[in-house]
């Protein structure tokens, strides 16, 4: 008679599927996080886009001012109609 049951062995392939799918999502999900970040912050800084210091600047200046006051829009927006 075998020591293994029908239903123990549907457990260890359950749990051994588990134990794929997950490993496959930390893999797939970690490079995807990294590169936006990465790509978020070249954005931002106006990295490999010119040559130009005063082009550069004046990127970085109205990128971070668009977030400033989108940020303060929100935060209106928020005051004013979160009732």
């Known amino acids: ?3 293994n049951s029908p239903r123990s ?9 588990a134990r794929r799918i997950l490993e496959r999502a930390h893999r797939d999900s970690a ?3 990294e590169s936006a970040l990465r ?8 990295r490999g ?3 130009d210091p ?7 200046i109205g990128r971070g001012l668009a977030i400033a006051i ?3 829009c929100l935060i209106y927006l928020g005051l004013t ?3």
């Open 1 to 3: 008679m075998s020591t």
């Open 9 to 17: 062995d549907d457990d260890a392939k359950r749990q051994e599927e």
């Open 70 to 72: 989108g940020i303060g």
């Open 39 to 46: 790509r978020s912050g070249d954005f931002l800084t106006a």
């Open 54 to 60: 005063a082009e550069i600047w004046g990127k970085r």
């Open 81 to 83: 109609y979160g009732r």
């Open 49 to 51: 886009e010119s040559e």
């Open 31 to 33: 490079p995807i996080l």
